[in-house]
């Protein structure tokens, strides 16, 4: 017996569910990026999982997930290159510190 | 030979437009606004004349225009005109006192802050006033009645800054609110029973006898309250003494000469309603000569020169309404003539009072005196006003006067006379001690007084040759005035009703009403031109009498008690239950909403983290929503 | 038990472990090295599935580039090189039950989701990298394009953001 689609779709649940829960609790920015990798790769783990055992079997899966690294990777870089603007001018990085859309 | 007539229309337009060019450029104009109305009331003065002088022709006939205005289901609301006897001596009696007093404001109002704006209430008034007297139905009349009646609140409250000012303004205009309504519901009562405004055709309804006694007798009161309101009758005579707060002209056009007399007016106007009800008739003479007397005792009193005059103008007015009420054709001339001739020398007195207080900068009579050499203009003329109001021969009052009381004397009403007569009595007395207090004797106060300018004095000379002249248009001997009168269709209805009566009292009654009249004068003299008696002596006497004369009768303070007192607990009653009960409600929807707005106020805290946390929370939501109502179950409906 | 199982049974557990210690630790070091052994996990979980290059890409770009990235913004955005815990309680409660409501309805619509039966044999006669390429260069071609043009954006875009602001002179 191969492993189920259910288990994959399970992993791929509480990988995001932990991801989702750093990324509202977590105070450091950088942290809650990292929460948000995670969210994207449980995402990815579903696409590659579909390819193989969805109901329309295809390599398009594998597509869209390379895809979603690329942009993944991207938006790393720039949140990144972000934060370290951000901590020269306030010296934080600490998200609930960055409330300055509140004012 | 209708043209003047025809054109009568204009005569109310002019002062409108002046209304309007001042009101448009008064900043501009400044002093200029006099002459702007001044100019346009003199062209409505010479179209007024012309009207009258064509109306006054042998053969002439009433003009009457109207319009379509309004059309609701059958009804047929019509806006025009109409030329009468009645109209056309109104328009020329308006036109003319307004004419005098805007000239007369140019020197008395001289250097005020806001002479524009007088000129544009005046301006407006004159416009009101004009469209009234020319109004052939009773909606017509009843809106420029109303117009009146604002811009004699806005005079009356010229001096806005002054507590009193502000105080007589509202009351002026309150108190003449209680009349209107019933004047209101009085037109409302005939439109619905005749189903038209139109004063021919209510008049022609009664004719015809459709309307029950009983009704013509409550639409002719309810009209006569409207009257009693506007001409200060009694009970409603409080508000005109305390509308002396204005500037003195407009005490003089206003609240003497012409819309005070617009309740006279409106009863004369409609008098074929009342002829037709006798109750109606005697309510009116019996108020009229009420407050005739009652008005005129207060007068002996006051020491505000100007309260004197508002006292004597109520109880003139009470005198037209004595006229009037006392029925028949003579009372109908008889209040007609004395409403003119009244209009001129109560302009005259009251423009001479301002003349004086122009001099002198007080209202106290007690604070003047030895006038005569310093201002023998003003003095003569008043003097002229008062021997006129006082009805001695042959000035216009004395004709006036004494075809009321030959009126009075015809219908057999000899309570009535005798209360003529010594309201006749207390006239020429109180007149005197005016004059006497203000132009003899030594001055009292400590004022520089001099005559005042031409522009003001002019207006006086005029008025004080048709204070003597006025009168003979309708002497006993040659009644040019009544005949006339009442060779229109409202004379006509009144002939009909009881023939045409002589209305001038035998002579006898003539020296009788001279003699009362002199002998007031004497006293007078005696008691304040010579001081043989003393004037504190019946002060002395009877104190509680002077005091209640001198109080009016506790008239304000008994509506103060028995009409403001309750009023204000009512309101404040009214105010608490508003303030706690109304506005809690209010409050109370208040705070739930900036509860609820101050909660989510703190859900805005700028922090991505909850925000993050919300839209969770309304993914969850929306899962649920779609789960609970996608059918057969399965998350998103996958897998069915 | 098949060895595919025991294989999937050791990735997963090394998958959520590596991010529940991720989150849960202070240490920076320790928080990237136990990210990493989540993305390698991934990786080898995508090999599992038959989707070699993803999980070759997987391994070069988060357990290579990204892991070392994040170890970088660390180390330049803070001093003392420890995470300084998570904020207010009672949000974290309130997330917590959030998150967990998610859980519980995904699992729910999970398990009660009737799927298909995987297919017997995969298609294995073309190889999965030479598919992938055909695929990407014929059918994904514009948005492939578009991906490496966003990439450049991205790449001058940080670094324009990460620039001294002072030095502009």
């Given amino acids: ?103 | 030979m209708d043209t003047f007539m025809q054109y009568a229309w204009l005569i109310p337009l002019f002062p409108l437009f002046a209304f309007i060019v001042i009101v448009s450029f008064g900043r501009q104009l400044k002093e200029g606004a006099a002459a702007v109305g001044i100019l346009f009331t003199a062209v409505s003065f010479g179209l007024a004349v012309l009207t009258f002088w064509q109306r006054f022709q042998e053969g002439a006939t009433d003009y009457r225009f109207s319009l379509d205005w309004l059309k609701v289901g059958d009804i047929v609301i019509t806006m025009g005109f109409e030329i009468n006897q009645l109209n056309a001596l109104m328009l020329l009696i308006v036109t003319l006192v307004s004419l005098l007093v805007q000239i007369y404001s140019k020197g008395y109002m001289h250097g005020d802050e806001r002479f524009p704006v007088f000129y544009q209430y005046l301006a407006l008034f004159t416009f009101s006033m004009l469209g009234l007297v020319i109004a052939p139905n009773l909606l017509q009349i009843y809106i420029f009645w109303e117009l009146v009646g604002v811009c004699s609140f806005l005079l009356v409250g010229y001096y806005y800054f002054k507590p009193e000012a502000k105080a007589a303004a509202k009351k002026a205009f309150i108190v003449t609110r209680i009349g209107d309504l019933g004047l209101f519901i009085g037109i409302c009562l005939l439109f619905w029973w005749t189903g038209s405004f139109e004063l021919t055709q209510i008049f022609d309804s009664i004719a015809l006898g459709k309307l029950e006694p009983w009704m013509i007798t409550l639409a002719a009161i309810l009209i006569f309250v409207g009257a009693i309101g506007k001409s200060g009758q009694f009970p409603l005579h409080t508000w005109l003494p305390d509308a002396m707060e204005g500037p003195t002209p407009v005490s003089a056009l206003i609240h003497a000469a012409t819309m005070v007399a617009a309740g006279v007016y409106l009863v004369a106007a409609t008098y074929p309603l009342f002829i037709a009800s006798n109750a109606a008739l005697n309510v009116v003479a019996y108020i009229g000569g009420f407050t005739a007397i009652f008005a005129a005792s207060i007068g002996l009193t006051q020491k505000d020169i100007k309260r004197v005059l508002a006292y004597s103008t109520v109880s003139q007015l009470g005198y037209m309404m004595l006229a009037l009420g006392v029925a028949g054709a003579a009372g109908y001339v008889a209040g007609t003539f004395h409403l003119m001739t009244h209009a001129f020398f109560k302009a005259l007195l009251f423009l001479g009072a301002g003349s004086v207080i122009h001099a002198v900068h007080t209202q106290n009579v007690f604070e003047m005196g030895g006038l005569w050499k310093k201002m023998p203009i003003t003095a003569l003329t008043f003097l002229i006003g008062c021997l006129a109001i006082a009805g001695i021969f042959p000035f216009a009052g004395f004709w006036s006067k004494e075809a009321i009381l030959g009126a009075v004397y015809e219908a057999h009403r000899y309570d009535l006379l005798l209360i003529a007569i010594l309201a006749a009595f207390f006239t020429a007395f109180y007149m005197f001690r005016l004059f006497f207090l203000t132009f003899a004797g030594e001055p009292r106060g400590k004022h520089e007084a001099h005559e005042s300018p031409g522009v003001m004095t002019g207006p006086l000379l005029i008025l004080a040759l048709l204070a003597i002249v006025a009168g003979f248009i309708n002497t006993p001997y040659a009644p040019v005035f009544g005949d006339w009168l009442l060779n229109g269709e409202v004379g006509t209805i009144i002939e009909d009703m009881f023939g045409t009566g002589e209305g001038h009292a035998a002579a006898w009654l003539q020296i009788v009403a001279l003699g009362v009249s002199i002998l007031g004068i004497v006293l007078a003299w005696l008691m304040y031109g010579k001081r043989s008696i003393p004037s504190n002596a019946i002060p002395e006497a009877m104190p509680w009498l002077y005091q209640l004369s001198y109080r009016k009768y506790f008239v304000d303070e008994i509506y103060h008690y028995a009409v403001v007192v309750p009023l204000g607990w009512l309101g404040y009653l009214l105010n608490v239950f508003d303030k706690y009960v109304v506005d809690g409600l209010v409050s109370l929807v208040a705070k739930i909403t900036r509860g609820i707005g101050a909660l989510h106020g703190r859900a805005q805290n700028g922090q991505v983290q909850s925000y993050g946390a919300m839209v969770l929370f309304g993914l969850l939501l929306l899962i649920v929503a779609i789960t609970l109502t996608a059918q057969g179950g399965g998350v998103l409906g996958i897998g069915q | 038990m098949t060895g595919e199982f025991i294989a999937f049974f050791v990735l997963s557990l090394l998958t959520i472990g590596g991010a529940v210690f991720m989150i849960s630790f202070t240490r920076v070091v320790h928080m990237v090295i136990s990210l990493g052994i989540t993305f390698i996990s991934i990786a080898g979980l995508y090999v599992l599935l038959g989707a070699e290059f993803v999980g070759v890409a997987q391994v070069l770009v988060y357990s290579g580039a990204i892991s070392i990235l994040m170890l970088f913004g660390i180390m330049l955005t803070k001093h003392d090189a420890s995470d300084e815990g998570t904020g207010n309680t009672w949000k974290n409660w309130l997330s917590l039950i959030f998150v967990a409501v998610l859980f519980g309805l995904m699992f729910w619509g999970i398990q009660g989701s009737v799927w298909p039966a995987p297919p017997e044999t995969a298609a294995s006669d073309v190889s999965n990298v030479k598919q992938i390429g055909l695929d990407v260069f014929k059918k994904y071609v514009i948005p492939f394009e578009l991906i490496s043009v966003l990439l450049l954006v991205a790449l001058v875009g940080a670094i324009i953001m990460a620039k001294k602001e002072g030095n502009k002179e």
């Fill in chain 1, 1 to 103: 017996m191969s492993v189920s689609i259910t288990s994959y779709l399970l992993v791929a649940l509480i990988l995001f569910c932990v991801g989702l829960y750093g990324a509202l609790t977590k105070r450091n920015a950088v942290v809650v990026l990292i929460s948000i990798e995670l969210m994207l790769n449980a995402v990815n783990i579903n696409l590659v999982a579909f390819a193989k055992y969805g109901l329309y079997p295809s390599i398009t899966g594998h597509i869209f997930s390379l895809f979603t690294m690329t942009v993944a990777a991207a938006e790393v870089a720039v949140a990144l290159a972000i934060l370290i603007a951000l901590y020269r001018n306030k010296e934080t990085v600490n998200v609930d510190e960055m409330d300055s859309m509140k004012r």
